[in-house]
């Protein structure tokens, strides 16, 4: 296994940012720094959503993984069996010290770093996973990280977005978005209504399946980079 970037050499994106891209780092490191202590137990029913993830990427045997706002870690762990190398990277500190003190094989690393910048060279991985974390970005910080994720997977890699979802059903769409969007940030309302598969054809990676959980309000969209 390659060394994974340490912490202390990843600095945090270095393009001049707007206003509301500085207020989104901001808010992101206090509100997680806060919230990282009861991260796994609100997440706890996502457990078993987590093996659903892997099953839909189906990574081939001795896969190098990268699992981009790994948060506390549970779906780069999750990606671990058959797995020659999976790197989990997030820009809290706080969240990733719980990762680091769960047990892990030693094919899993833990790294600090912005998704917006990832540091990695191209072509670094064969799959790439991101899990409810796009929408909390604003559109300028998301698409630039679908471009890193799009860089540092390799030419006929797997790119892999886990998300929120419309419900299909017209009573839950007119009433889960509303509720959902009351603890959420503001760019979720838009994010949930929007397509993925035109963002993720933009840096070269074509959809090539997408599928509902969580009674239909998540979605996980597996696409192949073709460039």
């Known amino acids: 296994m390659e060394p994974a970037t340490h912490p202390s050499s990843v600095t945090t994106a270095s393009w001049s940012r707007s206003t509301e891209e500085q207020r989104y780092y901001t808010?992101?490191?206090a509100e997680w720094a806060w919230f990282?202590?009861?991260?796994?137990?609100?997440t706890r029913p996502m457990r078993r959503f987590r093996g659903e993830v892997v099953a839909a990427v189906a990574a081939p045997p001795d896969s190098r993984i990268l699992d981009v706002a790994t948060g506390t870690g549970e779906q780069?762990?999750?990606f671990a069996p058959g797995a020659s190398e999976v790197i989990g990277l997030d820009m809290s500190e706080a969240m990733l010290a719980i990762a680091r003190r769960k047990a892990r094989p030693p094919n899993?690393?833990?790294?600090l770093g912005d998704a917006a910048q990832l540091p990695?060279?191209?072509g670094r991985f064969d799959v790439t996973c991101i899990s409810f974390a796009l929408h909390e970005m604003p559109p300028s910080i998301r698409?630039?990280?679908i471009r890193e994720m799009a860089r540092v997977t390799r030419h006929g890699g797997?790119?892999?977005?886990?998300?929120?979802?419309?419900?299909?059903?017209?009573?839950?769409?007119?009433?889960?978005?509303?509720?959902?969007?009351?603890?959420?940030?503001?760019?979720y309302a838009s994010f949930v209504r929007s397509a993925l598969g035109p963002l993720l054809e933009g840096v070269g990676v074509a959809v090539r399946t997408e599928q509902r959980a969580f009674w239909g309000n998540a979605r996980i969209v597996i696409g192949?980079?073709?460039?």
């Open 36 to 42: 990282s202590r009861y991260y796994d137990a609100v």
């Open 76 to 78: 780069a762990l999750a």
């Open 27 to 29: 808010v992101n490191r």
């Open 120 to 122: 990695f060279p191209a």
């Open 224 to 227: 192949d980079k073709l460039v």
């Open 108 to 111: 899993v690393d833990f790294v």
């Open 143 to 145: 698409d630039r990280v």
């Open 158 to 187: 797997t790119l892999a977005v886990v998300d929120y979802a419309l419900p299909s059903g017209r009573i839950a769409r007119s009433i889960l978005p509303r509720l959902i969007g009351l603890y959420e940030r503001p760019f």
